[in-house]
C-alpha cells in the first residue's frame, strides 16, 4: 500500500513539474502601471498569450535600476527600457557604477520615444527656460532614469539642476501626482502616456513644453545621454499635451531581454511583437511608431540575443 501510494505521489509530482516546465512563466519588469512601459509590457503580454499562447505576465518594479537588475540576475525574461539606460547598465556606469550586468542583451528596437517636460497649461511656463526658479521634480531615488532625462532637457536651454527650485521625488508616478497635486510646477513624462492624461483631466489642462533644438542644444544633450537626439512631434489624440508640432529630445525604445532564456523564446517573442501590430495599436495607440522596417540598430556595448538574431536573418532584417 505505501509502495502504492509513493509510486502515485511520484507519478503525479513528476506530472506536475512537467506541466509547469511547459508552460513556464516569461515575465516583462517594467515601471508601475501608468507609465508607458508597463502599458507596452501589458499589450505585448496580451497578445503573446492570446496569439501564440505564450504564458506572459507583467511584474511592476520600482524603476529602472530594478528592472535591469532583475533581467540580469535571472528573476525576470524581459524589460522595455530606453536604450541609453542598457547602454549603462550593461558597461556598470553612471548609476550602475557598482558592477556591470553582462547578461543584458538586445531582443529588438521597438520605437522611437518622445518625451518632454509638461506642465499645467495656466502655468505661464511656456520654455524650458521658464522654469528658472520654478519647482522641478527633482532626486528620483526610485526611479534614477529621472534625473539623466531631466538633466539633458534643462541642459537644452542652458539650465543646471542649481537654476531651479528643487523638489524631491521618488518615481514618475508620483512626480506626476505631485504635479497634479500642486506641490510642483514641472515634471517629465514619455509623451502618449495614460498617466499624463490623468493629469490633463484632473488639473484642467497639461502642456509640454518645447524644447531647443540647435546645435548647441543637441551638444548639450548628448553630452549626458549620447544616445538621445530630436524628433518632431505633431498633435493626436492620443498624445495629450502636444498641441502644436514641436521637436522633442527623443530615444529608442528597446526590448531587452537576459542571456538565460531560451533561443527559442525570444525568436517567438521577436515574432509576435513584429507581426502583430495592427493588434498591438488597438490596445495601445503608442505602437503605431512600431519600427518594423528596422528593428535591429547597432547601439555601443549592447548585443543582440542570438534568438533574435536568428528571427532578423531569416527576414533579412539584419546587417552585419
Given at each position: 500500500m505505501k509502495t502504492h501510494t509513493l509510486s502515485l505521489l511520484t507519478g503525479i509530482t513528476l506530472s506536475l513539474c512537467s506541466s509547469l516546465s511547459s508552460a513556464q512563466m516569461m515575465s516583462f519588469a517594467s515601471p508601475p502601471q501608468g507609465s508607458v512601459w508597463n502599458t507596452m509590457s501589458t499589450s505585448i503580454a496580451n497578445i503573446a498569450r492570446s496569439k501564440n499562447n505564450m504564458n506572459a505576465v507583467v511584474q511592476p518594479f520600482s524603476g529602472?535600476?530594478?528592472?535591469?537588475?532583475?533581467?540580469?540576475?535571472?528573476?525576470?525574461?524581459?524589460?522595455?527600457?530606453?536604450?541609453?539606460?542598457?547602454?549603462?547598465?550593461?558597461?556598470?556606469?553612471?548609476?550602475y557604477r557598482d558592477r556591470e550586468r553582462p547578461n543584458?542583451?538586445?531582443?529588438?528596437?521597438?520605437?522611437?520615444?518622445?518625451?518632454?517636460?509638461?506642465?499645467?497649461?495656466?502655468?505661464?511656463?511656456?520654455?524650458?527656460?521658464?522654469?528658472?526658479?520654478?519647482?522641478?521634480?527633482?532626486?528620483?531615488?526610485?526611479?534614477?532614469?529621472?534625473?539623466?532625462?531631466?538633466?539633458?532637457?534643462?541642459?537644452?536651454?542652458?539650465?543646471?539642476?542649481?537654476?531651479?527650485?528643487?523638489?524631491?521625488?521618488?518615481?514618475?508616478?508620483?512626480?506626476?501626482?505631485?504635479?497634479?497635486?500642486?506641490?510642483?510646477?514641472?515634471?517629465?513624462?514619455?509623451?502618449?502616456?495614460?498617466k499624463v492624461a490623468e493629469v490633463d483631466a484632473s488639473v484642467g489642462g497639461v502642456k509640454f513644453v518645447p524644447v531647443a533644438s540647435d546645435e548647441i542644444a543637441a551638444a548639450a544633450m548628448e553630452a549626458i545621454r549620447p544616445a538621445f537626439y530630436f524628433s518632431a512631434v505633431t498633435p493626436a489624440p492620443h498624445l495629450v499635451g502636444v498641441d502644436a508640432p514641436m521637436q522633442m529630445v527623443t530615444w529608442d525604445n528597446v526590448l531587452v531581454v537576459g542571456a538565460h532564456v531560451d533561443d527559442e523564446k525570444v525568436y517567438q517573442m521577436v515574432k509576435t511583437v513584429l507581426e502583430s501590430k495592427p493588434e498591438l495599436i488597438k490596445l495601445f495607440p503608442g505602437f503605431r511608431t512600431l519600427s518594423t522596417d528596422e528593428p535591429y540598430k547597432v547601439y555601443p556595448g549592447l548585443a543582440y540575443h542570438p534568438g533574435a538574431i536568428r528571427y532578423f536573418k531569416e527576414k533579412g532584417l539584419w546587417h552585419e
Open positions: 529602472n535600476r530594478a528592472m535591469m537588475d532583475s533581467v540580469d540576475q535571472g528573476l525576470a525574461e524581459f524589460a522595455i527600457n530606453d536604450v541609453n539606460d542598457v547602454i549603462v547598465a550593461a558597461n556598470g556606469m553612471a548609476d543584458l542583451r538586445l531582443a529588438m528596437r521597438i520605437s522611437p520615444q518622445p518625451i518632454g517636460i509638461f506642465v499645467r497649461k495656466d502655468s505661464g511656463i511656456n520654455s524650458i527656460k521658464d522654469l528658472t526658479g520654478k519647482r522641478v521634480a527633482a532626486g528620483w531615488n526610485a526611479f534614477p532614469l529621472g534625473r539623466s532625462h531631466m538633466s539633458a532637457m534643462l541642459a537644452t536651454s542652458g539650465l543646471e539642476w542649481s537654476d531651479v527650485e528643487q523638489v524631491l521625488v521618488p518615481d514618475l508616478i508620483r512626480a506626476a501626482d505631485a504635479l497634479s497635486s500642486g506641490r510642483i510646477d514641472a515634471t517629465y513624462f514619455a509623451v502618449g502616456g495614460p
